[in-house]
């Protein structure tokens, strides 16, 4: 079984930053790609970033890109991602998820195969 300890998450102002945790244990694949996807209320879930377990390149959906910055930590199969200029339509439920490999299809991250239990970041006006 996959685990995952997410942490990051709260509350914050508009122009506010956070920074979310994700470390992923248990897999029985390696490498492993982390994206983090999130869901606001009402809305379908949303891939947000994911990096590539190859070249640990990330990759962004167009709605984060240039606030939003994701990276590998030191210890494997942990990442971080780091977002900055926080805007109300931010606020959501954010999900850490793990894979053989990040996929992106019409720039759209596919979902992934494993998911934690999300984190709430909410972003006010």
């Known amino acids: 079984e996959v685990y995952f300890a997410e942490s990051g998450g709260g509350s914050v102002q508009a122009g506010g930053s956070l920074r979310l945790s994700c470390a992923v244990s248990g897999a029985t694949f390696d490498p492993v790609a982390i994206g983090w996807f999130r869901q606001a209320p009402g809305k379908e879930r949303e891939g947000v970033s994911c990096?590539?377990?190859?070249?640990?390149?990330?990759y962004y959906a167009d709605s984060v890109k240039g606030r939003f910055a994701m990276s590998s930590g030191k210890v494997k199969n942990t990442a971080y991602l780091q977002m900055n200029s926080l805007k109300p339509e931010d606020t959501a439920v954010y999900y850490c998820?793990?894979?053989?490999?990040?996929?992106?299809?019409?720039?759209?991250?596919?979902?992934?195969?494993?998911w934690g239990k999300g984190t709430h970041v909410t972003v006010s006006s």
């Open positions: 990096i590539s377990s190859i070249d640990r390149s990330p």
């Open positions: 998820a793990a894979a053989v490999a990040c996929t992106v299809v019409y720039d759209t991250i596919l979902p992934m195969d494993y």
